[in-house]
């Protein structure tokens, strides 16, 4: 009986082990999704006219970003594949303003931003345990924006600004398994570079066009860029 209890138990840790290394075997198959969420507030008070007291204001926003990805590991611990996004986010801004002594307004201003972002990714993985392990990401693609701009008198704005280009990004991760073929994703930001080419559309106060193009590289990482995903390893 000990002997048959020691070989099972035997048996067990190697199935274990087997169905941790199988995770990010050679062909298998990655789909995977991730959602984050973000807001903040901010307040201020200015002085327009020297000598008056000063006056309050306020911006406050909030955004929310998904993204789904496909892959296939073409060895062990790499995989490549397909991913998408797509985030949605809205700013306030408003402020007291003198428009004449004595006359205090409020100049209120909302903004609201879409982006679609598709293109290939590769994603390598380090584990350092039977059921965890940190990743690297590499992603590029196709990315595409819209940002509306509206305000109140008496300082009124309605603007619409199209963007479109290129984007490339690197994205650090840790994944647990908490079951043989689902995984849980934690990214805290990344490294990123993006080259847009806008055009704008003014509306109000006055009617006018712009095209502009830029480039940014940006280095996010912290907890407001927290974003928690789900993974499912299917094969092997």
């Known amino acids: 009986m000990t002997m048959q209890k020691l070989a099972l138990s035997a048996l067990l840790a190697g199935a274990t082990i087997s169905v941790a290394q199988a995770q990010t075997k050679e062909r298998t198959v990655l789909l995977s999704g991730s959602i984050g969420y973000s807001s903040g507030k901010t307040e201020n008070t200015t002085t327009a006219i020297p000598g008056t007291p000063a006056l309050p204001g306020q911006s406050s926003g909030s955004s929310i970003a998904v993204g789904s990805q ?20 809205k700013n306030n801004y408003s402020q007291d303003m003198y428009t004449s002594p004595g006359i205090i307004q409020t100049s209120a201003t909302k903004e609201t931003l879409k982006r679609l972002s598709f293109g290939p990714f590769v994603r390598y993985y380090h584990m350092v345990g039977e059921k965890a392990g940190f990743y690297g990401q590499l992603s590029g693609g196709y990315q595409r924006s819209t940002e509306e701009t509206t305000g109140d008198p008496p300082f009124f704005v309605s603007r619409t600004t199209k963007g479109s280009g290129g984007y490339a990004s690197i994205l650090p ?4 398994f908490p079951t043989a073929k689902l ?10 570079y993006t080259k847009i080419t806008s055009t704008s559309q003014v509306l109000a106060p006055a009617r006018s066009e712009g095209k502009s193009t830029s480039s940014n590289f940006a280095a996010n990482f912290g907890l407001q860029n927290l974003t928690l995903g789900a993974s499912f390893h299917l094969g092997n």
């Open 70 to 89: 496909a892959g296939f590991f073409i060895a062990d611990n790499l995989v490549v594949g397909l991913n998408a996004g797509l985030s949605s986010g």
């Open 173 to 176: 991760g840790f994944v647990y």
């Open 183 to 192: 995984g849980l994703e934690l990214t805290l930001g990344s490294l990123s």
